[in-house]
């Protein structure tokens, strides 16, 4: 039997302590950083290997993934003296399934190319639920050959999963799901508050449009959320934010005026600075109670 190739994942966060489980459980050798060491007690105590850095996690693995913050995050990791490209093993290929920046994407595939490494831009989306699932939607940018080279462990993770093109291509695919993800949030807490104004059972109301033209999967799973004011993240607000900059920063590069996705920003951005940050994506809803108590 051909020995699978020994992985290194960095970053256990919401979603990549689920997504490193199902590695693990494929039955391939996985190798583990985390800031937070704590958080990856479990992955050890099932048989992953604890390492002391990333560099630690790239000079042992064939493979490695990295879901961490914030670009600012991808870049130190990736670029920093001591990390991940300076240790990486020559021929070992290199997965961010942060979404970040499409420019840093193709600065960090052009760095390993110089190192002797293949890097792939793989951020994904379903939240929470997916990657506990295993059937995250993972949009790839890079190179054909290393993307069918690592499908097997991508597909471990995922169920939906395509390469879009060059370095860069699946940072950009994930700012359109973003884009439409940012309006469409917008509709449903829009939608929840209507209801509620205008006397309606918003759950029930749910229930029926659930099954209609407005029928989606914010609809359908964060519409109740809302309605029952459960907070809890499955993706935290902060994170959104770093999102949405990131999608309005390439939109105005592309000359594009998206006035949806300007307009869920400000109001995301003014829950962060509130004090929801760490709340999940259904927390706009706040927004709409605090209109309508104004309003009142």
């Known amino acids: 039997m051909e020995q699978k190739p020994t992985v290194g994942f960095i970053g256990l966060g919401i979603m990549g302590h689920h997504m490193a489980g199902h590695i693990l459980a494929a039955g391939y ?17 099932r048989g992953a290997q604890w390492c002391d850095s990333p560099g630690a ?3 042992a693995s064939d493979i490695t993934i990295t879901i961490v913050g914030y670009p600012a995050d991808v870049e130190q990791v990736y670029l ?3 990390g991940i490209l300076a240790s ?3 021929g070992s290929v290199l997965i961010d399934m942060t979404t970040s920046s499409p420019a840093l994407a193709a600065r960090i595939a052009q760095s390993g190319l110089l190192s002797g490494v293949a890097a792939l831009d793989a951020p994904v989306s379903g939240g929470d639920v997916g990657a506990k699932a295993g059937k995250l939607a993972i949009m790839v940018g890079g190179d054909k050959r290393t993307f069918d080279r690592v499908l097997p462990v991508l597909e471990v993770m995922g169920a939906n999963i395509a390469l879009m093109g060059k370095a860069g291509a699946g940072q950009h695919t ?7 993800i940012a309006s469409t949030m917008l509709a449903v807490a829009e939608s929840v508050s209507y209801a509620r104004a205008a006397g309606l059972d918003p759950a029930q109301v749910l229930k029926v449009i659930g099954t209609g033209a407005a029928s989606s999967f914010l609809l359908n799973g964060l519409g109740p959320k809302m309605v029952e004011e ?13 999102d949405m900059t990131i999608a309005l920063d390439e939109t105005e590069r592309l000359g594009l005026d998206l006035p949806g996705l300007a307009l869920a920003r400000s109001l995301y951005l003014k829950l962060k600075d509130d ?7 259904q927390a706009l809803y706040r927004a709409y109670n605090a209109i309508h108590s104004e309003a009142g």
């Open 29 to 45: 050798p996985l190798n583990i950083y985390n800031r937070t060491r704590a958080k990856g007690d479990d992955l050890v105590a």
């Open 57 to 59: 996690v790239a000079a």
């Open 80 to 82: 920093a003296d001591g």
């Open 88 to 90: 990486a093993r020559p």
């Open 174 to 180: 994930k700012m359109a799901n973003q884009i439409a």
């Open 230 to 242: 459960d907070f809890a993240p499955g993706f935290f607000i902060h994170h959104f934010v770093k």
């Open 275 to 281: 004090g929801f940050g760490e709340e999940g994506t």
